[in-house]
């Protein structure tokens, strides 16, 4: 199991799936993502102390990887048989937010979705649009804006937040108003199985952006 290191959220997250594999039976080590190499020689990822790695769940974006290079050999790796790697690369499609402007394509007018495009000027004059860098995450880089016929804004952000994303691109999505209660904006994140719910998040905070800093709600499901 590897992680971005020194993290700790990643790390505590890390820590908790250890304590999980082992009581399923199963021996994992924990080391930072940096300190694996791969060896060219036997077509191998090595850990920190030069042995192989035959499964890899790793906490650590696909698109990263991808960039730096690495990720290309480890796709390559997996498809072979040489590495098990969780999450799977195909997930790379999964958190790309471009996803959104896929899916209003493919069903347009759906109940369950929102108009999103890849050019803002899809949208009429006077609508309130969300702007979302493709691979941001944690909120970082969104605003929300009303933008005037050539998809510009017409004045100053409703709201916004910074952060180091955005040189991906950018896809729009109409807004839409979270749910609301006492002055708190919640943005539910639900894990499906096929068609079943087997887990739900909250994430709730003043803001009508979500981060990495909101309160996390607890639930109890009876």
């Known amino acids: 199991m590897a992680c971005l290191m020194p993290h700790l959220e990643d790390e505590a ?3 908790y799936l250890q304590t999980l594999a082992l009581k399923a039976g199963m021996t994992t080590k924990a080391l930072p993502i940096q300190a694996i190499r791969y060896d060219d020689t036997t077509r191998q990822f090595l850990d920190d102390a030069g042995g192989p790695i035959r ?3 790793k906490l650590y974006p696909w ?10 050999e480890l796709v390559a790796s997996a498809a ?3 590495i098990g790697v969780i999450e799977p690369a195909w997930k790379m499609v999964m958190s790309s ?3 959104l402007a896929c899916l209003w394509h493919l069903f347009p007018n759906h109940p369950n979705l929102l108009p999103a ?8 004059a006077g609508s309130k649009v969300v702007a979302k860098p493709l691979l941001g995450r944690e909120g970082s880089n969104v605003s ?7 998809g510009q804004p017409v004045d100053q952000p409703v709201a916004e937040t910074d952060g180091p994303y955005g040189d991906g691109g950018w896809v729009y999505q109409q807004f839409s108003p979270l749910a609301e209660s006492d002055g708190n904006h919640a943005v539910f994140g639900v894990w499906m199985a096929g068609d079943a719910c087997c887990g739900m998040g909250i994430r709730e905070d003043r803001s009508l952006i979500t981060g990495n800093t909101s309160r996390f709600v607890p639930h109890l499901f009876r």
Request: glycine letters at 10%.
């Open 13 to 15: 997250t890390i820590a």
């Open 80 to 82: 072979e048989g040489r």
């Open 63 to 72: 698109d990263w990887l991808i960039e730096e290079g690495s990720g290309r």
């Open 117 to 124: 495009f890849f050019d803002p000027t899809r949208f009429p």
């Open 144 to 150: 929300i804006a009303v933008l005037d016929s050539q």
């Open 97 to 99: 937010k471009g996803l």
């Open 55 to 57: 499964h890899l769940m």
